[in-house]
């Protein structure tokens, strides 16, 4: 069965784009971000009167993008100083989830009017401690439980190999020393997945988060003002996945919290999440142009697009559905591998895809191009990245992002003056 939302191709505004603009280019959607976000309000909201979306803003941290999502009642989930500072601007809500922070990193975190500080270990403490000791405080905590979608074994966010979180086994001494130090509220956070689709496995993270809340509370006395159980809403990206059924996890997650607060007597906490793919995965496109077909032990579609823009596929071996915008409609078919420009032979977006017959000019379009694609970008090869546009819902596009040009890759290199070689 194939799934509609994984081909669904807003197939006439990309043809105006790709006429108006050189390629390559992201073109994202106004309206499918707005209802990505207003699903989450809407499903989450339903079951938990204190609920606060934050958007994970390394998906895609175009601030027109940013200040999209935040007009639909999200706050922000950063988790760099470029991200922070984005978030000032703004002057957003949120929380902060860094990982082997600098000191400077930690004091700018603490300066910020808005936003949560979530730490990632305890030895950090010490350094909290020294620069000036919040009045909040959250910890993320490892549970040694984690998943992943398909291929992205390197996004397991927690167990045993990852460098991320606090064993849980260590949360009570954690929450004692913050105790300790003069912390007044607390915080407890876990990002323990990675483009899941599977609804059960929400429930039995929460039901471990909260588990470790009981302890820490049973042996501390603290009471939680915020629980934050991360992101990992998965987005289908092959024609044949299933989308996540939010509804199901929502609904089982208000069941889960109901029996918790019914067995411990403990205060319900504030319920916080952090979408980021699940907002702009399918809101974006890469639309590149092919130049260059090579026939060669396979057949080559040379496109002027590569893995600087959209790495997922090279870091990964990701799945990225291919459209094809022919100027004449071919109902054969062939399989062929779809690559960029640079020195790499991972520079491939498809290997071996079944596609229509593809000639020199045609307008490919990479579908699920809206997050971890232009924020993972690169300049390897010296490629600058691609221009980014915003689809409005007037039907106007609007740019807002200039693509990157060779003079602008050196623009910041001091005493650069080729005519002095």
Same mark, same amino acid.
């Given at each position: 069965?194939i799934?509609e939302?994984?081909?669904?191709?807003?197939e006439?505004?990309?043809?105006?784009?790709?006429?108006?603009?050189?390629?390559?280019?992201?073109?994202?959607?106004?309206?499918?971000?707005?209802?990505?976000c207003?699903?989450?309000?809407?499903?989450?909201?339903?079951?938990?009167k204190?609920?606060?979306?934050?958007?994970?803003?390394?998906?895609?941290?175009?601030?027109?993008?940013?200040?999209t999502?935040?007009?639909?009642?999200?706050?922000?989930?950063?988790?760099?100083?470029?991200?922070?500072?984005?978030?000032?601007?703004?002057?957003?809500?949120?929380?902060?989830?860094?990982?082997?922070?600098?000191?400077?990193?930690?004091?700018?975190?603490?300066?910020?009017?808005?936003?949560?500080?979530?730490?990632?270990?305890?030895?950090?403490?010490?350094?909290?401690?020294?620069?000036?000791?919040?009045?909040?405080?959250?910890?993320?905590?490892?549970?040694?439980?984690?998943?992943a979608?398909?291929?992205?074994?390197?996004?397991?966010?927690?167990?045993?190999?990852?460098?991320?979180?606090?064993?849980?086994?260590?949360?009570?001494?954690?929450?004692?020393?913050?105790?300790?130090?003069?912390?007044?509220?607390?915080g407890?956070?876990?990002?323990?997945?990675?483009n899941?689709?599977?609804?059960?496995?929400f429930?039995?993270?929460?039901?471990? *988060?909260? @588990?470790? $809340?009981?302890?820490?509370?049973? !042996? /501390? +006395?603290?009471?939680?003002?915020?629980?934050?159980?991360?992101? %990992?809403?998965?987005?289908?990206?092959?024609?044949?996945?299933?989308?996540?059924?939010?509804?199901k996890?929502?609904?089982? *997650?208000? @069941?889960? $919290?109901?029996?918790w607060?019914? !067995? /411990? +007597?403990?205060?319900?906490?504030?319920?916080?999440?952090?979408? %980021?793919?699940?907002?702009?995965?399918?809101?974006?496109?890469?639309?590149?142009?092919?130049?260059v077909?090579?026939?060669?032990?396979?057949?080559?579609?040379?496109?002027?697009?590569?893995?600087?823009?959209?790495?997922?596929?090279?870091?990964?071996?990701?799945?990225?559905?291919?459209?094809?915008?022919?100027?004449?409609?071919?109902?054969?078919?062939?399989?062929?591998?779809?690559?960029?420009?640079?020195?790499?032979?991972n520079?491939?977006?498809?290997?071996?895809?079944?596609?229509?017959?593809?000639?020199?000019?045609?307008?490919?379009?990479?579908h699920?191009?809206?997050?971890?694609?232009?924020?993972?970008?690169?300049?390897?090869?010296?490629?600058?990245?691609?221009?980014?546009?915003?689809?409005?819902?007037d039907?106007?596009?609007?740019?807002?992002?200039?693509?990157?040009?060779?003079?602008?890759?050196?623009?910041?290199?001091?005493?650069?003056?080729?005519?002095?070689?």
């Amino acid at each position: 069965m194939i799934n509609e939302n994984v081909i669904r191709l807003p197939e006439a505004i990309i043809k105006q784009a790709a006429e108006s603009f050189e390629t390559p280019f992201f073109l994202y959607e106004e309206a499918q971000i707005r209802n990505n976000c207003r699903q989450f309000t809407s499903t989450f909201g339903k079951y938990f009167k204190n609920f606060t979306p934050l958007y994970a803003v390394k998906a895609n941290p175009n601030p027109h993008v940013v200040r999209t999502i935040m007009e639909e009642g999200f706050g922000l989930d950063c988790s760099s100083p470029s991200e922070l500072w984005l978030a000032d601007q703004f002057n957003a809500f949120g929380m902060h989830t860094g990982n082997y922070l600098t000191e400077q990193e930690l004091e700018d975190i603490l300066n910020s009017d808005n936003i949560l500080l979530n730490v990632d270990d305890i030895s950090q403490l010490d350094t909290i401690e020294r620069i000036g000791v919040p009045e909040f405080i959250s910890f993320r905590i490892n549970p040694n439980i984690s998943k992943a979608g398909a291929g992205m074994d390197s996004n397991l966010l927690a167990g045993e190999n990852a460098k991320f979180g606090i064993p849980w086994e260590n949360a009570i001494t954690a929450y004692t020393r913050a105790k300790a130090i003069g912390v007044k509220r607390f915080g407890i956070h876990m990002m323990t997945g990675s483009n899941v689709l599977d609804e059960t496995y929400f429930i039995q993270i929460t039901e471990k *988060l909260l @588990e470790v $809340m009981e302890e820490v509370n049973q !042996r /501390t +006395g603290i009471q939680f003002e915020y629980m934050n159980i991360g992101g %990992g809403f998965g987005v289908p990206y092959e024609p044949q996945e299933r989308s996540l059924d939010l509804e199901k996890v929502a609904r089982g *997650l208000r @069941e889960t $919290m109901d029996n918790w607060v019914s !067995r /411990t +007597g403990l205060t319900e906490p504030w319920l916080m999440v952090e979408p %980021g793919r699940s907002i702009m995965a399918d809101a974006g496109f890469l639309v590149t142009k092919v130049h260059v077909i090579k026939k060669s032990y396979k057949k080559f579609i040379g496109t002027d697009g590569g893995m600087n823009d959209l790495p997922r596929p090279a870091i990964y071996n990701a799945y990225h559905h291919v459209s094809v915008l022919n100027e004449v409609e071919y109902t054969n078919e062939e399989a062929v591998n779809i690559v960029g420009r640079l020195c790499e032979n991972n520079d491939q977006f498809a290997k071996d895809r079944t596609l229509p017959i593809i000639e020199i000019g045609d307008v490919l379009v990479l579908h699920n191009a809206g997050a971890h694609a232009f924020a993972m970008g690169h300049n390897y090869n010296g490629r600058g990245r691609s221009a980014e546009y915003l689809a409005m819902t007037d039907g106007t596009i609007q740019q807002i992002r200039k693509a990157e040009t060779i003079e602008s890759l050196f623009s910041n290199i001091p005493e650069f003056n080729t005519v002095s070689i």
